[in-house]
C-alpha cells in the first residue's frame, strides 16, 4: 500500500516523513519498506533512521543544503518501491503475574471500567500485540492491538517510580516497563523477564513488526522464572511467522 506522504524539514539537518495519525498496521508495513529500502540505497550521508508510530526521522551528517534535492528523490523511490510484504517476525510469549501484589491499579480500572479483575486479565492476556517500535526508556516496546474495552486515560499525577517489568495501561496502549522509572501509565501485574540486555548483540529481543502474547502465571511460578532469568539460563518461548 502507497500512502500521500508529507515530507517536512525537520531542523537544520533532518527530513520528517508523515503517515495517516493513526496506530495500524499496514502503516507499519509501509514505514519499514520505506525504511528498509533507504537503508539499502546506502546514502552516506544518511547517518540515522528512526520511526515511530506515523513518521520517519531521516537525520543527515550535515547541513541540508536543498530540502527539496532530497525530499524529491525520498519520494520518487517510495513511489518505486513493491509493497509485497514478505516480513519474517516473531511471537514472543511473554510471561505476567497479574497477582494484587503486582497489579496495584487492577482495582481502580475495575471499578471505571464495570470489569472484574479476572475479566480485565483475561482480555489482556487473550490479544496479540503488535511492536510497532521501541523507545521511551531502552527496551520500551510500544505495543498496538489492545482491547478496546480495556483503553485507560493516562493518571493525571504519574508516579515517581513504577517497578522493574510492570505490565501497565495508557490510553489506547499497553507496554511493560523494562527497567524503574516514573510513569502514568496503570500498572496491571509484572514480568519477570528482562526486556533489555546492553551485553547482548541485540540488547532488545523483540524488534518493530513482531508480535506479543502476554501469558498469565502464578505468583510461585513468577518467582522460579525470576530465579531463571537471573541465572541467564531461562528460554523465552517464541515462534517464527512469515508475512
Given at each position: 500500500?502507497?500512502f500521500?506522504?508529507?515530507?517536512?524539514?525537520?531542523?537544520?539537518?533532518?527530513?520528517?516523513?508523515e503517515?495517516?495519525?493513526?496506530?495500524?498496521?499496514?502503516?507499519?508495513?509501509?514505514?519499514?519498506?520505506f525504511?528498509?529500502a533507504?537503508?539499502?540505497?546506502n546514502?552516506?550521508?544518511?547517518?540515522?533512521?528512526?520511526?515511530?508510530?506515523?513518521?520517519?526521522?531521516?537525520s543527515?551528517?550535515?547541513?541540508?543544503?536543498?530540502?527539496?534535492?532530497?525530499?524529491?528523490?525520498?519520494?520518487?523511490?517510495?513511489?518505486?518501491?513493491n509493497?509485497?510484504?514478505d516480513?519474517?517476525?516473531?511471537?514472543?510469549?511473554i510471561?505476567?503475574?497479574?497477582d494484587?501484589?503486582?497489579?496495584?491499579d487492577?482495582?481502580?480500572?475495575?471499578?471505571?471500567?464495570k470489569?472484574?479483575?479476572?475479566?480485565i486479565?483475561?482480555r489482556?492476556?487473550?490479544?496479540?500485540?503488535?511492536?510497532?517500535f521501541?523507545g521511551?526508556?531502552?527496551?520500551?516496546?510500544?505495543l498496538?492491538?489492545?482491547?478496546?474495552?480495556?483503553?485507560?486515560?493516562?493518571k493525571t499525577?504519574?508516579?515517581?517510580?513504577i517497578?522493574?517489568?510492570?505490565?501497565?495501561?495508557?490510553?489506547?496502549?499497553?507496554?511493560v516497563?523494562?527497567?524503574s522509572?516514573?510513569?502514568?501509565?496503570?500498572?496491571?501485574?509484572?514480568s519477570?523477564?528482562?526486556?533489555?540486555?546492553?551485553?547482548?548483540?541485540?540488547?532488545?529481543?523483540?524488534?518493530?513488526?513482531?508480535?506479543?502474547?502476554?501469558?498469565?502465571?502464578?505468583?510461585?511460578?513468577?518467582?522460579?522464572?525470576?530465579?531463571?532469568?537471573?541465572?541467564?539460563?531461562?528460554?523465552?518461548?517464541?515462534?517464527?511467522?512469515?508475512?
Amino acid at each position: 500500500m502507497a500512502f500521500n506522504l508529507v515530507y517536512k524539514r525537520f531542523g537544520a539537518c533532518s527530513i520528517l516523513v508523515e503517515w495517516p495519525a493513526v496506530i495500524e498496521e499496514e502503516i507499519l508495513k509501509d514505514i519499514m519498506i520505506f525504511k528498509t529500502a533507504i537503508e539499502k540505497n546506502n546514502i552516506k550521508t544518511i547517518v540515522e533512521l528512526k520511526h515511530a508510530y506515523n513518521s520517519l526521522l531521516i537525520s543527515y551528517s550535515s547541513f541540508l543544503e536543498s530540502f527539496k534535492n532530497e525530499s524529491d528523490r525520498l519520494k520518487n523511490l517510495y513511489k518505486s518501491l513493491n509493497f509485497k510484504n514478505d516480513t519474517v517476525s516473531v511471537l514472543w510469549r511473554i510471561p505476567v503475574c497479574y497477582d494484587a501484589v503486582f497489579g496495584i491499579d487492577l482495582e481502580t480500572i475495575s471499578v471505571e471500567k464495570k470489569l472484574s479483575k479476572d475479566m480485565i486479565i483475561k482480555r489482556h492476556s487473550e490479544s496479540i500485540y503488535t511492536v510497532y517500535f521501541i523507545g521511551f526508556l531502552p527496551g520500551f516496546l510500544y505495543l498496538g492491538g489492545l482491547d478496546e474495552s480495556l483503553y485507560m486515560a493516562r493518571k493525571t499525577t504519574p508516579r515517581l517510580q513504577i517497578e522493574k517489568g510492570a505490565v501497565a495501561i495508557g490510553g489506547n496502549q499497553t507496554g511493560v516497563y523494562p527497567m524503574s522509572s516514573p510513569g502514568g501509565w496503570h500498572v496491571i501485574g509484572n514480568s519477570p523477564i528482562a526486556f533489555f540486555n546492553p551485553k547482548l548483540k541485540s540488547p532488545c529481543f523483540a524488534k518493530a513488526e513482531d508480535r506479543i502474547v502476554f501469558e498469565p502465571i502464578s505468583l510461585k511460578e513468577y518467582h522460579n522464572i525470576k530465579v531463571l532469568v537471573e541465572a541467564g539460563v531461562f528460554q523465552l518461548k517464541s515462534e517464527v511467522f512469515h508475512g
